[in-house]
């Protein structure tokens, strides 16, 4: 028997996905489209898109079922405390190439709002979407996933502190037990370890009764070079040549 959390948490989840979405009349859980997760201070941490339906896929992410992203121990479920949804029903009716073009513009949009709302300009996805033409995006839809009256409990930050350096120690095992991992995982990594410092420093601060750090404590950007595209063979040629 799931635990209190896991029976609310998978509640809330289906509730978001019975939820009918104006423009195609369809259960969310029923569309494809690009999704965006939160973690309990609304930064923005995983943008993926989907061809099969939201239900399928995010129940894959979320509910301890197998996908890349839990494989690699990029993602804790447990960590996610909002979901945002942007429907691509439309998307169906177009030509294979046309279609593809479409949602790739939208998941590119979505990653650039993300890297944009996030105090790291750095979310965790392994792969950068396909660079894309930025479109204004459509209506979307946001979920809580965790229960009000849980949530205290599972956002103190020594909760978080623990989880999170579980997770960066899974998936640097990933790294040493594979060997050869792509650059994107690397990237993860690193992504990971700031926001475990930041969530650290935040807790010592409190404890010595001084301010946050500011996020510009940490330059993300010297750490893990571009977040806008992948990093291309005529990068690493540029690279060997200097």
Known sequence: ???????????????AMATVDAESGKKLGQCIGVYAFYDYDGEPIYVGQTWETFGTRIGRHLTGQRSDT?????????????IEL?????????????????????????YLAAIDGSKYHAILNEKIPPVSPRIELPPSYRFPLVPAELREEREHPDVRIARRAET???VAAVAHERGEVSAGLRRVIVIQAVRLADLAAARLAFAEGRARPAPAA?????????VMAEFSDDDEDQVDAN
């Open 86 to 110: 942007y429907p691509a029903e439309g998307s169906r009716q177009l030509a294979k190439a046309a279609k593809t073009a479409a949602l790739d513009a939208l998941e590119y949009s979505v």
């Open 218 to 226: 940490i330059d993300v950007h010297e750490l893990v070079g571009n």
């Open 168 to 170: 960066l120690a899974r």
């Open 1 to 15: 028997m799931p635990t209190s959390f896991v029976q609310k948490f998978r509640g809330l989840l289906r509730a």
């Open 70 to 82: 839990l494989a690699y121990r990029i993602l804790d479920p447990f960590e996610v405390a909002e």
